[in-house]
Nanobody
Framework: VKLVESGGGSVQAGDSLTLSCVAS????????MGWFRQAPGKEREWVAN???????TAYSDSVKGRFTISRVAKNTVHLQMNSLDPEDTAVYYC???????????WGQGTLVTVSS
């Protein structure tokens, strides 16, 4: 499975941005997909994920109410980001969980820069 993110860019505080992640290859068993981010000088942190056939979602406290994760197709997940803040500046990584065994498949990342 290969993950490719897109949609990153430079925006102003308060703007919105939508990230996309497309999984190619053998993706019939992608139990869950998620987003993580890594800000400059900080460790990678979990942002949101969607899992299972019913699409259960979960969000970190820092983005809850502002970001929405959705699985628009079996192999595609979006991250709608609203009310962006400079603290959201980071490289955003898509990740996939195959067979409910944890996020072990990663994309190359897409940079989001939010200026005040």
């Amino acid at each position: 499975v290969k993950l490719v993110e897109s949609g990153g860019g430079s925006v102003q505080a308060g703007d919105s941005l939508t990230l996309s992640c497309v999984a190619s290859g053998e993706n019939n068993d992608l139990y869950g997909m998620g987003w993580f981010r890594q800000a400059p000088g900080k460790e990678r942190e979990w942002v949101a994920n969607i899992r299972g056939t019913v699409g259960l979602t979960a969000y970190s406290d820092s983005v809850k109410g502002r970001f929405t994760i959705s699985r628009v197709a079996k192999n595609t997940v979006h991250l709608q980001m609203n009310s962006l803040d400079p603290e959201d500046t980071a490289v955003y990584y898509c990740a996939a969980d195959k067979y409910a065994s944890g996020f072990k498949i990663w994309g190359q990342g897409t940079l989001v820069t939010v200026s005040s």
